[in-house]
């Protein structure tokens, strides 16, 4: 049982079209380091509207992956971007951030188990 990841649409997708759900998360391992600056620069000069804008775009890309929970955790950060709620900005986004690296070694991991 996985933490963050919904493995039965995640399998669903997987069986449906392995390539494209490979692909998937290798876009989204390509995109997603340029994307962590972006925010993590505009929290830093406070540009709530670059914070909102890039946290809608995570969050479609996490619900994308099968990780139902960090989108809404991304449309939380996004939420506190768009009230310019600085503090909570930032604990949102600190914490969605360690949540995503342990979502992507359950993605790891289920990719893993399937490529055998």
Do not use: C
């Not at 049982?1 to 919904?6: R, S, V």
């Not at 990780?67 to 506190?80: F, I, Y």
């Amino acid at each position: 049982m996985t933490q963050w990841l919904n493995e039965t649409a995640m399998e669903s997708a997987f069986e449906a079209d392995p390539e494209l759900t490979i692909d998937l998360v290798q876009i989204f391992r390509d995109l997603h380091p340029p994307m962590e600056m972006k925010i993590e620069d505009a929290i830093g000069e406070s540009d709530f509207q670059q914070v909102r804008e890039a946290a809608h775009m995570l969050k479609t890309r996490l619900r994308h992956l099968h990780l139902p929970s960090l989108g809404k955790d991304a449309e939380e950060l996004e939420h506190h971007a768009s009230a310019q709620r600085r503090s909570e900005m930032m604990l949102s986004y600190f914490v969605l951030k360690r949540r995503i690296s342990e979502a992507l070694v359950e993605i790891d991991t289920f990719l893993g188990a399937r490529s055998r």
